[in-house]
């Protein structure tokens, strides 16, 4: 017979070991995701698009170092939106959620000139919810939806920074419920993937 002692020794080292888990997450893996690759500097920068930032939001974010000029990456930007040309991330995790999501290795030429105004649509013939819509453009350097911003910034003639800024409102318990459960992990792992997907796409037309 397991003994009350046993018990609560066993129950005490549960509580201990999930403390300690909620700490790591809190302190260092957090911070490490919601500011994946990107410098302080790049923190710190105010963006374009920032100022469509809702209020008492939750924002990432994210840089990654691209080898090709602002003006070979940015063509891959102005086609995202799964009726274009997808978002470049894990097409497979897009699907399980009904996306319908196909991401293309080549430029469409005729979604180039996106324009403000423009939905970006997250699923196939979606409601309005599931689409973003542009509120900031300057072709080959900003594309912001309502304060999710796409930064180009040259550091030379061959070499770009992309920055992704990412704001998620909570204004209710059931936003912060849905966000920090549901949301937040999974939007880092498919953002990241699409900052991946970007950089590769447009290094290969080098």
């Known amino acids: 017979m397991v003994s009350s002692a046993w018990i609560s020794k066993a129950l005490t080292g549960i509580l201990i070991a999930f403390t300690l ?33 809702p209020p008492m939001s939750e924002v990432s974010t994210r840089a990654i170092t691209i080898h090709a000029p602002a003006d070979q990456i940015w063509p ?6 799964q ?21 293309a290795d080549y430029l469409l030429p005729q ?29 080959g350097h900003v594309l912001s939806m309502k304060g999710w911003t796409f930064y180009l910034k040259p550091i030379d003639d ?15 318990l059931g936003s912060k419920a849905y966000y920090y459960l549901n949301c937040e992990i999974q939007h880092f792992i ?16 080098n």
């Open 190 to 205: 498919m953002e990241t993937g699409m900052m991946r997907g970007i950089k590769q796409r447009a290094e290969a037309g």
């Open 21 to 53: 888990a909620v700490f790591a997450h809190v302190t260092i893996i957090r911070p490490w995701y919601l500011r994946w690759g990107a410098t302080d500097e790049e923190l710190r920068m105010v963006l374009p698009g920032d100022q469509d930032i």
């Open 158 to 172: 061959q070499t770009t920074r992309l920055i992704v800024r990412y704001p998620f409102q909570v204004t209710s």
């Open 76 to 81: 891959w930007l102005a086609q995202i939106g």
């Open 111 to 139: 979604t180039e000139q996106l324009q403000v105004g423009d939905p970006v649509s997250y699923l196939r013939d979606g409601p309005s919810f599931t689409k973003a819509q542009v509120t900031l453009i300057e072709p």
């Open 83 to 103: 009726e274009r040309g997808g978002f470049y991330s894990y097409s497979w995790m897009e699907n399980l959620f009904g996306a319908d999501m196909a991401n």
